[in-house]
């Protein structure tokens, strides 16, 4: 392939023939598979739990097998440092996070952090130099399922959420995040706060179904869609089902059950690649002899268009207000959480995109529906991510899946992109 | 208001200038309605509790009071006798139930053992000798909330359940109904089987709103509607929602949401007054990034005419799996209990409808949509309801209410109907 193909993308030839170890790459993320391992062959390691503590035990024990600098911060967040020629410039960093879902997969977030760690141990074991130094990180609290929000301890280094806040988030049974964080011992000193990095990159299951259908290696997101959450609350009367003629009932779960179907049709009535989903639903009391009273439910809308998804929001509301009032039924509606979309630094995702090329990997251009590390990152810097493909499409279950030559894959693409940013003397796009 | 007006029902003129006490009446419902009481205005009293125990201590101290000889049977169930001048005779039974849904009402089944306690109090009162034995019952877990399935006592009683089977069943924490039982100190001696009767009446209030909206006092049921209880299963493909598209989803919420409504839609397709209720709903994992990958609901579909809820069974499955298969989804569906429709005695029926006229209250010819005790007996033998307004027809909630005046309307045609059968020397249509 002529040199011509890396031009402007900062590609370093000089070590265009390094390639990471795949059944080391392997074993590792086998390793870290057994910390919370479920029956089911999934994963159970909730952030902050002992098994969370076990996982970074193991992370730090490989990292200073390697002797980089380990560094926690306030938030737990984990910095393995490998120094560069030139100490002092802005570092590549690269990571993603340890904790999963509850019964979730093996390689959602896992795979990011043990990609790193590859690149750093293929570095290691070939003595390469590079200008900048390389920060392996493990962000705490990613998936939100034991402490919401999700990407947490991202957010606070990135100075979107406060500390302070954020430590006093407690989980369903009460516990603190703060004081969980001390009890695993990974309250560390370092102040979470960001400094200056020359480029972020996050490897990444796809979670969706695209790159399979498509028979594509490597997905190259251009950033992160928006992400609306809602809270709707259904007011309607609780009664004896046998004695309660149909005609006057204020059925709760009836009218969540139109607007549910309502959620769904919005996508094809808005376009533009808009998804919208209602993932959990209550009803009260949930009696198979009692009329429903009360129903809960949640809405989640993204598009990389943020004003579509607000129109479509305005649209989905009136039409909650019309059914509601069809049945007689209060309704309550919380905005609960707004993202906007977010793009990734157009220099990093060219070096994603012809770094996978030069390798041989067929590509797709994307974006990418789930929130990550990287979408903090790149507010305050120059971010890009490597998506691999989910078998199935499927993720946040327990038969999450992806090839072992996929991870390999990915893992290949970040290490070549991480040199390439990591040779980098000048700022550049960087933020450093 | 003429002899005439009571040829063939029965009553006997002797006694029907006798009235119940309506402030008595009120004292014990509100006594009652002290053990187990909410702070929302309710009952939380489920069977076999300790708030059950006390109940029943206190309902036996109040038989004691009146000289009448208790029992307690195998299944908890206790009686009253009061004897009759042939007390060979098959007695007069009438009651109801003690138990109460979670965060119930203060007169779903109490109301009919306070009234026949004042049934018996005023014939005590007044020295007034019957024929007949009169024998108040109140039956052990009526509401099955605890304890599944409802009406259990009054069924083993009936012989249409097993006691070992009864004593077998256990709740959500494992514990089972026969211990439970014992623990409390009912599990009594006698056996539990049913013994003839004369006549069984059961005062309940309505549990519905159709005496209120038509302005009648009391209402007379022909019988119970049939019951039949389903458990639908809906398996989908879990999966997170930002990066799943829209087309190829297989949600099952949605498609569980879809079938809610077709429920919904089923009596008016119908007709014949039926009803069709979908009361609980559970979504998996219920998580607001996950598309649901499972879905579990219950229906339950009740009707006077028992083909024709048949019928519409048949058509609602047809419609459920089409449903599932639009969406790719599995279905597996349980047919959970069914229960025929239930007639009462013609000749109690109409004396219950004549009493109440004779005591210058309005009445309305209805069926009762919910199950009772009544319908275990009337399998058995001759059996009669007497309904009082439910005040917005609300019932199985906190707010439940029904009026005192009510309250004593509606013991006084209990006494009158009990007075008049425990009068009766022949057996009549009476089973004994």
Redesign the interface.
């Known amino acids: 392939m002529p040199a011509a193909h890396w031009e402007g993308t900062g590609v370093d030839e000089g070590h265009d023939e390094l390639r990471v170890d795949g059944g080391r790459l392997r074993r590792s993320l086998e390793a870290m598979a057994e910390i919370g391992a479920t029956p089911g062959g999934g994963m159970h390691r909730l952030a902050l739990s002992d098994d969370d503590r076990r996982a970074r035990d193991l992370l730090v024990a490989w990292l200073e097998e390697l002797g980089t600098r380990v560094e926690v911060d306030e938030m737990g967040n984990i910095f393995g440092r490998r120094p560069g020629r030139d100490d002092g410039l802005p570092p590549v960093m690269t990571g993603s996070h340890l904790d999963t879902?509850?019964?979730g997969g093996r390689f959602d977030g896992v795979l990011g952090v043990m990609g790193a760690l590859e690149v750093l141990r293929t570095l290691h074991e070939r003595d390469v130099v590079t200008e900048r130094p390389i920060v392996l990180v493990d962000w705490t609290n990613e998936e939100g399922?034991r402490f919401a929000p999700?990407m947490m301890a991202s957010g606070v280094w990135a100075g979107a959420l406060d500390r302070d806040w954020a430590w006093a988030r407690t989980d369903a049974d009460g516990f603190r995040f703060g004081d969980e964080l001390a009890r695993i011992g990974y309250r560390g000193p370092v102040p979470c706060a960001r400094r200056p990095f020359h480029a972020y990159y996050e490897l990444h299951i796809?979670?969706?179904?695209?790159l399979e259908r498509e028979g594509r290696a490597i997905g190259v997101p251009r950033g992160i869609?928006c992400?609306h959450?809602y809270d709707v609350y259904i007011e309607g009367?609780?009664?004896?089902?046998?004695?309660?003629?149909?005609e006057?009932r204020n059925?709760a779960?009836?009218t969540?059950?139109?607007m549910?179907?309502e959620v769904?049709d919005l996508?094809?009535r808005m376009g533009g690649?808009m998804?919208?989903?209602?993932?959990?639903?209550?009803?009260h009391?949930?009696?198979?002899?009692?009329?429903?009273?009360a129903a809960h439910f949640?809405v989640?809308i993204?598009s990389w268009d943020d004003e579509l998804a607000l129109g479509a929001w305005d649209l989905l509301q009136a039409e909650f207000r019309a059914i509601a009032a069809r049945h007689g039924c209060g309704v309550r509606i919380e905005e609960t959480w707004r993202v906007r979309h977010n793009e990734f630094a157009p220099e990093l995702v060219a070096r994603v995109r012809h770094a996978a090329g030069r390798l041989g990997y067929s590509t797709l251009d994307m974006e990418?529906?789930?929130?990550h590390d990287a979408s903090y990152m790149a507010t305050v810097g120059p971010a890009a991510m490597v998506f691999v493909p989910?078998i199935g499409?499927?993720?946040?279950?327990e038969v999450e899946e992806t090839s072992w030559e996929d991870c390999e894959a990915g893992a290949n693409v970040l290490l070549q992109c991480v040199l390439a940013s990591a040779h980098e003397r000048d700022a550049g796009a960087g933020a450093g």
């Open positions: 879902q509850p019964r399922s999700a796809e979670q969706g179904p695209r869609v992400l959450w009367t609780a009664n004896q089902v046998g004695t309660t003629p149909m006057g059925d779960l009836v969540a059950a139109e549910v179907l769904r996508p094809a690649g998804v919208a989903t209602v993932g959990e639903l209550y009803t009391p949930n009696s198979r002899n009692v009329v429903p009273g949640t989640d993204r990418s529906g789930a929130g989910s499409g499927r993720s946040h279950v």
